[in-house]
């Protein structure tokens, strides 16, 4: 079964994506490799990782690497945002301090306003 998760914005709730958990090492490993490029408002979560490649991909997309909050549960904080990753090319090799990294459709960053330092709710999702 597929893990889903809704990411808010954690100062007021408002639902910015639906993303689909990456927790094992094949889901890791294979990440968007195949896919259809991602629907606005869809992503992919890889918690635990700091650094993401672009090889056998198709499209470009944004990541938002993110680090739990220490004083809240369930909420992480932006600590970087790559814009525009070109496939192939594309290569973030570390991201100091980040613990996991929200892959998103190129451009979905910057619509949904979100920068270093904001704050972002993992929630469960029921769909």
């Known amino acids: 079964m597929v893990k889903r998760l809704v990411v808010e ?12 958990v990456a927790d094992s090492y094949v889901a890791k490993l294979r990440g968007l490799i195949g896919r259809p490029p991602l629907a606005a408002g869809e992503g992919l979560y890889f918690p635990g ?14 990541c938002v690497f993110v680090r739990p909050a220490a004083d809240e549960r369930n909420v992480h904080e ?3 945002v790559r814009r ?6 594309g290569v973030v090799w570390f991201v100091r301090r980040a613990k996991g ?3 998103l459709r190129a451009g979905g960053a910057a619509q949904a306003g979100v920068n270093v330092g904001d704050r972002l709710r993992l929630v469960t999702a029921d769909f």
């Open 78 to 80: 932006v600590v970087e």
């Open 84 to 89: 525009e990753l070109r496939p192939w090319t």
């Open 101 to 103: 990294a929200i892959e």
């Open 49 to 62: 990782t700091n650094g993401i490649h672009m090889l056998f991909m198709h499209f470009a997309i944004d």
């Open 9 to 20: 914005r954690a100062t007021d709730g408002s639902a910015l994506w639906a993303v689909e």
